[in-house]
């Protein structure tokens, strides 16, 4: 076995570990849910609290969602798997601590955006239900990530002053993102056909969905309350970084000072948690995410409308009247490509 296969066979004795660590009560409480073949063959999801959650972290969530105390100057990095957490989470790292390093000591050069902001269920919280936070981020304020939708973020967060900064991505792309990944770790086992994971995400089904759901979640909370949760989108950060790190840097209450911005220090962040800038370092090359995923796995193509290259016709128009239906009077609306 390669170093890449050891890494996705530790995916599935992960689960297999945490299902071992169920007590009766949890044991009882999951198999009280429904469930679902996930897109992996011999992967279940199940739904709990009304997004499907792999059994890997129904167990991480519950602790999260009980014992974690959240401060008002905690930073809450809040996605949907493969709208750019990598890259947010980089970003918001970068603007945050811009005072803490020089440019050629960042700690993007030797440490992946994972490790650097830890999600809560899939990694703080994975193997340990009352983790040591004190010690977890090196630089304060702390900053969190978490695929949670917002429904179910603790109670001590929502209540809390922390910021929240949320990206999502059009469905197209982050389906196909979320396919390709999966083809990645899947192992030996098999992985659905396009259309039959397509019918399945359709549906709502795959980890943390409903995606619909999740992104309008998010979308109405922060229309509620801007100054706690900050809405992006990854098609805009790609348009326009520069507007894009300033709009966070004014959210988070480190703006950019004019001197700041006339040093280009806004360019030497965009640069370096650029895609091609991260996926050539050494970090992100080698090396494995806690949950056994590959880093590199993190880095594929890093573009707005690859979809097209997946997607027949009547699946887009499929798509596009779901997200016609769903998103209907929200407000949000997606940018399919690069080009409209
Ligand atoms: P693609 O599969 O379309 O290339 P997440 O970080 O939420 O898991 O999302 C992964 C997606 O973000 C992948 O999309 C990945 O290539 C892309 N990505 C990772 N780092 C990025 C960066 N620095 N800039 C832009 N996109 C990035």
């Known amino acids: 076995m390669d170093a890449a296969e050891t890494s996705k066979a530790k995916i599935v004795s992960l689960i297999q570990d945490m299902e071992k660590s169920w007590d009766d009560e949890l044991l009882q409480m999951v198999q009280s849910l429904p469930k ?27 602790s999260f969602q009980t014992h974690f105390p959240t401060f008002d100057s905690d930073v809450i990095i809040a996605t949907f798997p493969k709208c750019g957490t990598t890259w947010l989470k980089a970003l918001a790292f970068s603007t945050l601590y811009r005072n803490h390093f020089a440019m050629d000591e ?31 981020c090196v630089y304060k304020p702390r900053v969190f990530a978490t695929h949670v939708p917002y429904a179910s973020l603790p109670t001590s967060m929502k209540d809390s002053h922390c910021k929240i900064v949320y990206i999502c991505r059009n469905p197209m792309d982050m389906f196909i993102s979320l396919w390709l990944f999966n083809d990645k770790l899947r192992q030996e086992r098999e992985l659905l056909s396009v259309d039959e994971a397509f019918e399945k995400f359709c549906h709502g089904i795959c980890g943390f969905g409903p ?21 992006l989108k990854y098609e ?18 480190v703006p950019f000072t004019e001197d700041e911005e006339k040093q280009g220090v806004v360019e030497e962040i965009a640069k370096i948690c650029s895609f091609e800038k991260l996926k ?22 890093g573009e707005v409308g690859d979809w097209s290259n ?31």
């Open 36 to 62: 679902e073949e996930a897109w992996v063959s011999g992967l279940s999801l199940y739904l709990y609290q009304g997004f499907w959650c792999s059994p890997l972290v129904i167990k991480p969530i519950i």
């Open 106 to 136: 960042h700690p993007l050069l030797t440490f992946t955006p994972h490790q650097l902001v830890r999600f809560l269920e899939i990694d703080v919280y994975l193997k340990n239900p009352c983790p040591d936070l004190e010690n977890i």
């Open 211 to 231: 995606f619909f759901d999740h992104v309008l979640g998010y979308w109405k909370a922060s229309q509620e309350n801007p100054n706690k949760i900050l809405f």
């Open 236 to 253: 805009d950060i790609k348009e326009d970084i520069s507007s894009r790190l300033k709009q966070l840097a004014m959210f988070l209450g």
């Open 280 to 301: 050539e370092l050494e970090v992100n090359k080698k090396g494995t995410h806690v949950t056994g995923i590959p880093h590199k796995e993190f880095f594929r193509k």
């Open 310 to 340: 997946y997607l027949t016709p009547s699946m887009v128009e499929r798509l596009e009247k779901l997200i016609h239906e769903k998103m209907d009077n929200s407000g949000l609306t997606f940018k399919l490509s690069s080009k409209t």
